[in-house]
Structure formats: structure tokens, C-alpha cells
């Protein structure tokens, strides 16, 4: 529990979790970096654990951390996924704009009027 408080309070992250009614419903936790393929900071999902059937939490929770990144700077976030699909479901991902390039997935920050 420690761990996670003290990586909460990080500025380089944030660590968001989903709870109702007792149940853990999901949570995410966003890493920020600079890059110099990137003007600025970079935000990078590093772990998006949803219930096991995405929901629209699931959907709500990956599209808050997307906006908290952009209010940060971000012009992009990106995942990287791997074998563990609990750890980071792709479904999620996909209906929340992220798009598959190589073995990233990626999704613009921009401000839409």
C-alpha cells in the first residue's frame, strides 16, 4: 500500500482507480516523459486494468486519464501493450482512439473545438 501512496503522490504520474460500491472497477496509472522525437511531455498508459467485460467505466476511466494529460501538456499518449491482457485490454484502448502503429498503440491529445 505504501508503494502505491508514495507513487501517487509522484508528480511524474498519476494513478487513477475506479471503486463502486466496494468493487474495484478499474485503474490506470500514466506515466509522463520527455522525449526528443516529442516537443514536450510524452504521456505513456502504463497500466489499464478494467473490469474483465469493458464497460463504459472503462471507457470513462482511459478518457479522463486522456484528458488529465492533455490539461498537462501532452500532445499524444500512448501504451505499449503485452501478453497480459488484464494488465492492458485492447478493447478499451481501440474505442477510445488509440491506434495500433507497429507494436504501440497511439492517440492524439489534441483540443477539439
Same mark, same amino acid.
Given at each position: ?7 501517487? @503522490?509522484?508528480? *511524474? =504520474?498519476? !494513478?487513477?482507480? $475506479?471503486? =463502486?460500491?466496494? *468493487?474495484?472497477?478499474? %485503474? ?8 526528443? /522525437?516529442?516537443?514536450?511531455?510524452? /504521456? $505513456?498508459?502504463?497500466? *489499464? $486494468? ?6 463504459? +467505466?472503462? !471507457? /470513462?476511466? +482511459? &478518457? !479522463?486519464?486522456? /484528458?488529465? *494529460? ?6 499524444? %499518449? ?6 497480459? @491482457?488484464?494488465? %492492458? ?13 507497429? &507494436? $504501440? !498503440?497511439?492517440?492524439?491529445?489534441? &483540443?477539439?473545438?
Amino acid at each position: 500500500m505504501q508503494y502505491w501512496r508514495r507513487l501517487a @503522490s509522484d508528480p *511524474a =504520474h498519476d !494513478f487513477y482507480v $475506479v471503486e =463502486h460500491q466496494g *468493487a474495484l472497477h478499474g %485503474m490506470v496509472l500514466v506515466s509522463y516523459v520527455r522525449t526528443l /522525437a516529442h516537443l514536450g511531455w510524452l /504521456a $505513456v498508459l502504463d497500466l *489499464a $486494468v478494467t473490469s474483465t467485460t469493458p464497460t463504459d +467505466i472503462s !471507457f /470513462a476511466l +482511459i &478518457d !479522463f486519464a486522456k /484528458a488529465r *494529460a492533455r490539461k498537462r501538456g501532452c500532445q499524444r %499518449m500512448v501504451a505499449y501493450p503485452c501478453t497480459n @491482457s488484464e494488465r %492492458m485490454p485492447l478493447t478499451p484502448l481501440l474505442e477510445t482512439g488509440f491506434l495500433r502503429t507497429g &507494436d $504501440v !498503440f497511439s492517440c492524439p491529445l489534441q &483540443d477539439t473545438p
